[in-house]
């Protein structure tokens, strides 16, 4: 019996190592030193890597870029300078053939509002070698959509299910959603969260996950990348992240100017001073300031008050 135990033991850790060998060193999504220059907006050399098997939650607000950065991605839009790849290839190159393994969903329905569910799948399916009638039908039914109920009748939670039936039914590996849960109740919003999580269960799928809902990306994120003003400011694993840095509050009165100059957001008035620093910065600084790590939330606030020094 302990002879037994000890073979499933090994089993167990060797498939574990396997996962972590196969999954984690391989990447769905790699974007390196891309730059799109508009009149009046610029990515600015954004890097990050998406590995398979994880979703990665993609945050800023408003005008920060994440649906320019999207749409470079897709090709939608040409790139000034940089390197895309999806699935290890070139996404110009390559993109009708990255396009068969993606499934993308942005925040505008795109279906017709006269059609009926059954007239989905008649339309999409022919663009994509793969496409499931079963797992489509399946997906369906698990989302409780009448295939004879028109487009024009559904909520919104009921169209993002249905464009998540269309986006998964063909095997998709990487999901590119723009925004999906903006506009959800929160019973919607966390019955999606949890379609996310068995969608990648197996190891070999990805979701990148732009939202403004920081709260969902706590729930189910490994990784999140926050870009600010076309620039990035962070791309690493969620908890690492809220790590990094910590609230300060306090008295003005103790502010040093080297203490000014290295508070992210700060913002003073006659009575307290607040603002945000990194954690290395902990040592430095008075014990007595120090209110606690930030939410996701809390970080976008800060960086959004000031000017950040970009290394």
Not at 16 to 23: D, E, G, L, Q, S
Not at 44 to 64: E, H, K, T
Not at 132 to 145: E, G, N, T
Request: proline share 2%; charged share 25%; aromatic share 10%.
């Amino acid at each position: 019996m302990i002879g037994e135990n000890r073979v499933i033991v090994y089993q167990v850790t060797r498939q574990y190592i396997y996962c972590i060998i196969k999954y984690n060193m391989n990447n769905v999504l790699e974007v390196n030193n891309l730059s799109k220059i508009f009149k009046d907006f610029s990515i600015n050399s954004i890097s990050f890597n998406l590995p398979a098997g994880a979703i990665m939650g993609f945050v800023g607000q408003n005008g920060a870029g994440k649906t320019t950065t999207i749409r470079l991605i897709l090709n939608m839009l040409k790139r000034n300078s940089g390197e895309i790849k999806v699935f290890g290839l070139d996404n110009i190159n390559n993109e009708l053939e990255i396009k068969q393994n993606l499934g993308i969903i942005f925040d505008d329905f795109f279906f017709m509002e006269m059609w009926k569910i059954k007239d989905v799948e008649d339309v999409i399916k022919g663009f994509y070698k793969s496409w499931d009638s079963r797992v489509y039908r399946q997906y369906l039914d698990k989302f409780k959509l009448s295939i004879n109920k028109k487009i024009k009748d559904l909520s919104r939670g009921m169209k993002i299910k249905l464009m998540l039936a269309a986006a998964m039914s063909h095997n998709a590996k990487l999901l590119i959603l723009d925004e999906p849960t903006s506009g959800l109740d929160p019973v919607a919003r966390n019955e999606l969260l949890d379609i996310f999580k068995e969608y990648i269960a197996d190891g070999e799928k990805s979701i990148l996950f732009s939202t403004h809902i920081t709260s969902d990306l706590e729930k189910v994120a490994d990784y999140i990348t926050l870009i600010d003003q076309g620039r990035l400011f962070y791309s690493g694993g969620t908890r690492e992240l809220v790590n990094n840095y910590f609230i300060v509050r306090g008295n003005p009165d103790i502010l040093s100017i080297e203490l000014k100059n290295n508070i992210i957001g700060l913002t003073i008035n006659q009575s307290v001073f607040a603002g945000m620093i990194k954690s290395s910065m902990l040592q430095e600084i008075p014990k007595e300031i120090v209110s606690g790590m930030p939410t996701i939330d809390e970080i976008l606030i800060y960086i959004s008050k000031g000017i950040y020094k970009y290394e």
